[in-house]
C-alpha cells in the first residue's frame, strides 16, 4: 500500500486528476508577462494601504480609536435610549385613565351605585328643549 502512495505522489497534479489536489488551491489567469513570484504578502499590501477610518494618520491607532468610538457610540445609544425610553411621559394619559378609572369604581362602589349606567349624564341635570 505504501508502494502505491509513493507512486500517485509521484505523479505530476494534471496526472492525478481533478480531485487529488487540495480544494483550496486555484490557480488564476495571470496577464501575458507577468512574472510568477511578484505576489507579495497579504501584510505587506495592507501596510502599503491601510483601511483608513478618519480618527489618526497612524493605522493602529486609527483602528483603535474606531473601534473605542464605536463602543461607546452603541453603549450610549443602548444606555441612554433605554433611560430615554423609560422616563417618557404617559402616552395618551393611558395610565391616568386607568386611575381615575379605578377611583371612579371605588367611589361607585362604596355609594352603592351600579359600575355602569345607561345614561353617561344624569338626566335629571341636563338642560332639555321643552317637549313642543
Known sequence: MAALWRALRALPA??????????????????????????????????????????????????LNMRAVF?????????LGSVFVYYLPDYGLQQWARREAEIQVRDRERK?????????YDPKRL???PPE
Open 112 to 120: 352603592g351605585l351600579p359600575l355602569l349606567t345607561s345614561n353617561y
Open 71 to 79: 463602543l461607546a457610540g452603541i453603549s450610549v445609544a443602548i444606555v
Open 127 to 129: 338642560p332639555l328643549p
Open 14 to 63: 494534471g496526472a492525478r486528476g481533478r480531485s487529488a489536489g487540495s480544494p483550496g488551491a486555484v490557480a488564476l489567469p495571470r496577464p501575458l508577462g507577468a512574472d510568477a513570484h511578484d505576489e507579495e504578502p497579504m501584510l505587506v499590501a495592507q501596510r502599503k494601504n491601510p483601511d483608513f477610518h478618519g480618527f489618526s494618520a497612524d493605522p493602529e491607532a486609527d483602528v
